[in-house]
């Protein structure tokens, strides 16, 4: 299978997935716990937050969230869907290749990954080192996810990849520190971190180095 095309994501997969309530993925009281709990963590962490990239934004729900929780930060939405570009405004890109003059202190990147075939997986998840000098919050369904019973399929996309959770943490983990809820810190970053703050020990040295 090839990862999903620009025309994939029209105007009928959000009406689906976004805007009709009885279909819709998107919990208003889910995103609002998340966005509390991603950018209290952050601030506990000490990262610094003034650059926010949010690649593959959709409908913008973290535009708001970072207006309210980190107060004069600068939001960029990238977006792959042609249909929303037109509609939001938002700079057309995917996360496979998408460069930016500088990295940026915080990247979100939900619900975009398990779209992808596993070569162009890979190159996303190497050039989300490449965007972020600080935080990165990251939400993908894993095929541990199905295994356990806990995705609601009745609302997710059965077009999305079912890779292993170890095929994106393998991925990240040469540039990112896992801290666990979703947070990854870049390897970049100065910010002093205690080894039980990562989860499976990941404050030690990148794989390989």
């Not at 930016?100 to 398990?114: I, K, S, T």
Request: hydrophobic content about 40%; aromatic content about 14%.
């Amino acid at each position: 299978m090839q990862s999903a095309s620009p025309q994939f994501f029209d105007e009928a997969y959000y009406r689906r997935f976004y805007f009709d309530k009885k279909t819709r993925v998107v919990d208003p009281q889910h995103f609002e716990r998340l966005g509390t709990f991603i950018a209290s963590y952050l601030k506990y962490l000490r990262v610094p937050v003034q650059r926010v990239l949010d690649i593959g934004c959709g409908i913008g729900l973290w535009r708001d969230a970072v207006a309210r929780h980190f107060s004069g930060a600068s939001y960029h939405g990238v977006e792959f869907s042609d249909y929303l570009c037109g509609r939001y405004g938002w700079e057309r890109g995917s996360v496979v290749d998408y460069t930016a003059a500088e990295p940026f202190d915080f990247v979100v990147c939900q619900g975009v990954l398990p779209y992808l075939a596993p070569p162009d997986l890979k190159r996303a998840l190497h050039n989300l080192g490449r965007l972020s000098q600080g935080a990165l919050y990251v939400e993908a369904v894993a095929r541990e996810d199905y295994e356990a019973d806990i995705v609601d399929e009745d609302v997710t996309d059965p077009a999305i990849f079912r890779h292993r959770a170890d095929l994106y943490r393998r991925g990240l983990a040469r540039h990112f520190k896992e801290m666990g809820g979703g947070v990854w810190l870049s390897r970049k970053a100065e910010v002093p971190v205690f080894a039980l703050e990562c989860a499976g020990g990941g404050c030690g040295r990148r794989p390989g180095g």
